[in-house]
């Protein structure tokens, strides 16, 4: 999820892979084989999925990719990562992009290959030619992990795209009988605007070496972006542009009397068109980032960036992608190995590095800051990734959670405000969406044995974030024991939010003994109670008064209402943290299960949320598109029914997974809900992280094996499992009848075998 300033937020859903259509043979899948050829990014591009087809690799800093719009803010949450399955243009390749957020920015460095006579605007979509543009097929493209490939029909150029940690690459092949440029355009971003671009500088150096930065007012403001660009060709020629109008002052000229003459450029549109003339083979691009600074990018580039081996560069993302894919060894038909690869594949692209090799990184002060023994990342949707993308990667990935934990603290401690990131990227926090979910990441990956980081310095920036005096409210929730909705915006939910918070935070202080701690956040982790309204059976907002805010409305969602992204109805379950206290709130399993059946049993329109676009997915008012239902389907177990947790789960496999480009019901929120999907295919989710607790389902796939870090193998069985058989008949741990609904995270460390027997009907008491 995420949000659009300064209120209104998006959402989720993860996708699942299609069959591509073959491309040209010199642009064929990779064949080396491995996970990563099951994989498929193009999956989430079309709909509201908002993932993006280029190449990156495991929680890489870039992130080439193609660009089908950039239109402006108010009609950009369908281009959020940059593609659009249905566009029928490519506008060019950009080199930052978010994995399925609601929101979005970057889009940087946008280049775009042209043969022949060159347009310098991007032109009208619908009207061939009539700028930058090119028309494209989905029959030449190819997408694979590290890797992206396109023919550009208007100008007949084939063009690749692989990366490497901070160094993207290009290769494109022009007609021999045109000549060939490359135009750079530093004007469009992915949510655009006027007024976006703040500064961009644009230097061509003695050597040939492009270099720039630029600072835009978007997302996180301020941010600047620096890159270093170089060709495995000399220049015949160059043009830099500042195409700014209406400026009242703008200096006096510099040297030069021309713009071909020019190697320096300055302004907020600055564009350049570099000539090769005519070309007897591919063109080489190589980009590196820096958020930094220029010098940083040059580093990055000369240190990550040798030679002009595109394929070797290829095949070095590919094996990137194997070693993290090899970390489960998936069962199953050739469809669900693909959705499983390509869910895993999702879920490994964020949090994205933000460091340069040098160390240095740019903080939420926007000062520069060096990295001591750890790499520093950023792109922190904590809203989405706390409930499973992050407690995945804490098992199945530690030495990355490590470094995760350690980036979380370091930016606290540059906060200028003193608090832990909210969703932030580049280092930078943009304040969007609410709690401080930052606190169950650092929580549920010391819990679950995540060492290598400052346990005490955690702690004080958990707490930091728990008692911040300017930061959503926090003095009245402190003070009253709930947000009051006559002070703060989507109070309701901010309640709720925060009393899970604090019960994760006093799970880690009980675990490192700090008592006085723990027992001070036992206790505030208990508010979600001032919410309970008895009379109507929902959480609700309250106000200053202590008085429940009126008119009330169950089935009502707004942005900056009492709840975000949700209505009453999608909130009332939110207490992971004392699921047994809602069931008796509610007067008993009976009642707790017939509120669950309405949820998902109530016929709900759903234009009833057409101004809130991040409420889809429906079944009844459970809403799979977004993060606030995540849970909701394996309450069931609590209150004795896990037939009922194995139907819906079912259900919600069926209709909201689909191969299609379209079909997501949401977002994949920087791999939350492709979490979402790992677990539950393995047949357990952390229904509440920080309780090394997971919550027993029902499996997805036949079998999988987990490679622990600690050597062992922990690998899940389903005997009997097809669609006639979708009901759980027992469940062993190493041989012995599991008869609880829960499975501890160390059952999972230890290794072995769970194995599910499944059947036709309900199994019931």
């Known amino acids: 999820m995420t949000r659009r300033p300064p209120l209104y937020c998006l959402s989720a859903t993860l996708a699942l892979a299609i069959a591509l259509p073959p491309g040209p043979a010199h642009a064929s899948m990779d064949t080396t084989g491995g996970p990563a050829a099951m994989v498929d990014p193009r999956i989430g591009t079309g709909g509201p999925g908002h993932t993006f087809p280029g190449a990156t690799v495991p929680f890489g800093m870039i992130q080439p990719s193609p660009d089908t719009a950039m239109p402006e803010f108010h009609h950009a949450y369908d281009w959020a990562g940059g593609y659009q399955y249905n566009d029928p243009t490519i506008m060019g390749f950009s080199h930052t992009h978010f994995s399925g ?52 029909d208007d100008y007949a150029v084939r063009a690749e795209l692989t990366a490497g940690l901070r160094v993207g690459w290009h290769r494109y092949t022009f007609p021999a009988d045109k000549p060939a440029h490359v135009l750079l355009d530093l004007r469009p971003s992915i949510y655009d605007y006027p007024g976006k671009v703040l500064w961009t500088r644009l ?42 109008t209406n400026v009242l002052y703008r200096g006096f000229r510099g040297p030069g009397n021309a713009p071909v003459d020019q190697n320096v450029q300055n302004g907020r549109a600055v564009q350049a068109v570099f000539d090769f003339g005519m070309l007897d083979g591919p063109l080489g691009v190589k980009v590196a980032i820096s958020p930094v600074s220029e010098t940083n990018a040059i580093a990055n580039l000369d240190k990550e960036g040798p030679g002009w081996d595109f394929d070797a560069r290829r095949a070095e993302a590919t094996a990137m992608w194997n070693r993290a894919l090899s970390v489960i060894d998936a069962a199953g038909t050739p469809d669900q190995r693909t959705q499983f690869y390509t869910a895993l594949y999702h879920a490994m692209l964020a949090p994205t590095l933000s460091m340069d090799t040098n160390g240095e990184y740019r903080g939420p002060d926007q000062e520069i800051h060096k990295a001591q023994g750890f790499g520093f990342y950023s792109t922190w949707s904590t809203w989405d990734v706390y409930r499973a993308q992050q407690p995945l990667m804490a098992l199945l990935r530690p030495d990355m959670s490590t470094q995760f934990v350690r980036s979380l603290i370091a930016a606290q401690q540059a906060s200028p405000v003193g608090v832990l990131p909210v969703w932030s990227y580049q280092g930078l926090e943009t304040w969007c969406m609410t709690g401080y979910h930052a606190v169950p990441i650092i929580a549920d990956a010391y819990l679950a044995g995540v060492r290598g980081f400052d346990a005490d310095a955690a702690l004080n920036a958990m707490v930091a974030s728990a008692t911040s005096p300017v930061y959503g409210d926090l003095t009245d929730y402190i003070r009253l024991g709930y947000v009051p909705i006559d002070k703060e915006a989507e109070a309701g939910s901010k309640t709720l939010e925060y009393a899970y918070d604090d019960w994760s935070l006093a799970r880690m202080a009980r675990a490192m003994g700090r008592t006085r701690i723990a027992e001070q956040f036992e206790k505030r982790a208990g508010n979600w109670r001032n919410e309970w309204d008895p009379q109507t059976g929902f959480m609700r907002a309250r106000l200053s008064t202590g008085q429940f805010h009126t008119p009330f409305d169950p089935t009502a969602a707004a942005y900056g209402s009492d709840y975000t992204e949700g209505n009453a109805w999608q909130y009332l379950w939110f207490v992971p943290q004392d699921v047994p206290g809602l069931i008796e709130a509610m007067g008993g399993d009976a009642p707790f299960i017939a509120r669950l059946d309405t949820l998902f049993d109530t016929r709900v329109d759903p234009a009833q949320f057409k101004n809130v ?56 929120d ?25 919550t027993i389902g029902r499996p997805f796939v036949p079998r999988a094996a987990i490679h622990l870090p600690n050597g062992r193998t922990f690998t899940m069985v389903a005997d009997h499992l097809d669609a006639a058989h979708p009901y759980v008949a027992a469940v062993t741990l190493n041989g012995k009848p599991q008869d609880l609904l829960h499975l501890r995270q160390q059952d999972i460390l230890n290794g072995g075998e769970l194995r599910f027997v499944m059947q036709a009907e309900p199994k019931r008491p």
Request: charged share 20%; aromatic share 12%.
């Open 203 to 244: 230097r061509v150096r003695e050597d040939g070496t492009v270099t720039g930065c630029r600072t835009t007012r978007g997302w996180a403001p301020g941010r600047t972006l620096c890159f270093a660009m170089r060709f495995s060709r000399p220049m015949t020629a160059r043009t830099l542009y500042n195409r700014e």
């Open 670 to 694: 920087l791999g939350q809900t492709s979490a979402w999907y790992l677990f539950t295919a393995l047949g357990f989710y952390p229904v509440a992280p920080g309780s090394n607790d997971y």
């Open 613 to 668: 676009e991040d409420i889809s997915g429906l079944i009844g008012w459970y809403a799979h598109g977004n993060e606030p239902s995540h849970h909701i389907a394996y309450l069931y177990d609590y209150a004795g029914a896990p037939w009922k947790t194995q139907q819906r789960l079912k259900q919600i496999m069926d209709s909201q997974y689909s191969g299609r480009p379209d079909g997501l019901a949401g977002n994949d």
């Open 101 to 152: 957020a609601g929101h979005s920015d970057l889009g940087d460095v946008l280049l775009m290959p042209i043969s022949g006579d060159v347009r310098m605007e991007p032109g009208d979509p619908t009207k061939p030619q009539s700028g930058y543009r090119s028309r494209f097929s989905h029959a030449t493209e190819v997408e694979h992990p590290g890797y992206y490939a396109v023919t550009l």
